[in-house]
């Protein structure tokens, strides 16, 4: 029933120019505002991540939907709101149409946060001689048991043509730098090889440096990773995000063994080599 109402939405506030993309935009704000206000729930409502919402309306012109948050004492929030502010859907929820078929909101919004992004994030290369399939983003925690799992088998997805990028995730948060997580993450990422670095660390084939240190910039990418997470509603890790090279996407929360999450990605298994990874 919720995916016929969003379909029914979209269809019905359909817009082609940016102009009136904008115009969707503050109108949806001024009528949140207003409900929000006669409800008497209080809080600040605002358009969410200009950057985020410029990249929805170039990609995807005619959702009518416009990114928002609502804060307030119960926290945070994140929607996808319609211009008469009737919908708010939560970025987890729903599906809608578009020139490349039907597309979950949350994929919309990955997609979105990642293109916002000026921030290069670590990763692997495909061995000589591969063709690439797709890009694999993973929120990853270097203490989480599922994504060290993962790690174990990263061979057998870069021989099937994944190429995988990490976004750091701590899933502890980031105020505490002597978090575990935090400082294994902000430790690999300036070591000269982070993904390799990071591979290393969490499966054990590699500790840590009892003297290991990082700088400002490292740990700044660490906290923009989790603060993206956090503005996906994420809150475990692995969490995974699939572009194939056709255009279909896949976003998966929790860890699937290979085979079965290359199937959820529509590509082919090969057996992987003895060659070891590298890293851009």
């Given at each position: ?8 939405l979209?269809?019905a ?6 102009f ?8 949806a ?6 409900k929000?206000e ?19 309306k170039?990609k995807y ?10 804060e307030?004492?119960?926290g945070?929030?994140?929607f ?6 009737t ?10 149409f578009?020139?490349?078929?039907l ?5 919309i ?5 990642l293109?916002?992004?000026e ?6 290369t495909l ?6 399939s ?9 203490t989480?048991g ?6 174990r088998?990263?061979?057998s ?6 190429k ?10 980031v105020?505490?730098?002597e978090?575990?997580a935090?400082?294994t ?11 390799v670095a990071?591979?290393?660390y969490?499966t ?5 440096p009892v003297?290991?240190?990082?700088t ?7 906290k923009e ?7 996906l ?17 896949v976003?998966k929360?929790?860890?699937?063994p290979?085979d079965?999450?290359l199937q959820?990605?529509?590509v082919?298994s ?8 590298s890293?851009e």
């Amino acid at each position: 029933m919720k995916k016929m109402l969003i379909a029914a939405l979209v269809a019905a506030t359909c817009s082609g120019s940016a102009f009136a993309q904008d115009e969707v935009g503050n109108n949806a704000k001024a009528n949140l505002e207003a409900k929000v206000e006669s409800l008497g729930w209080g809080g600040l409502v605002d358009i969410s991540v200009d950057k985020m919402n410029k990249a929805l309306k170039e990609k995807y012109p005619n959702t009518g939907l416009t990114l928002m948050s609502l804060e307030n004492a119960r926290g945070k929030n994140i929607f996808f709101v319609d211009e008469t502010a009737t919908y708010m859907l939560k970025v987890q929820d729903g599906q809608v149409f578009t020139e490349n078929g039907l597309v979950s909101l949350q994929s919309i919004l990955v997609d979105m946060a990642l293109k916002s992004s000026e921030t290069e994030w670590p990763s692997h290369t495909l061995p000589d001689g591969v063709n690439k399939s797709g890009d694999m983003y993973v929120f990853t925690d270097p203490t989480c048991g599922y994504c060290a799992k993962l790690e174990r088998e990263l061979d057998s997805y870069l021989e099937s043509g994944v190429k995988v990028h990490y976004i750091p995730f701590p899933r502890a948060g980031v105020s505490d730098i002597e978090n575990p997580a935090f400082k294994t993450w902000a430790v690999a990422m300036c070591d000269e090889a982070p993904a390799v670095a990071y591979r290393s660390y969490t499966t054990r084939q590699k500790d840590m440096p009892v003297d290991a240190s990082y700088t400002e910039d490292c740990a700044d990418k660490i906290k923009e990773g989790y603060g993206m997470a956090k503005t996906l509603g994420l809150s475990g890790t692995p969490f995974i995000y699939y572009q194939g090279v056709g255009g279909n996407t896949v976003t998966k929360g929790g860890y699937l063994p290979v085979d079965i999450m290359l199937q959820e990605l529509g590509v082919e298994s090969v057996k992987k080599s003895p060659a070891a990874p590298s890293a851009e």
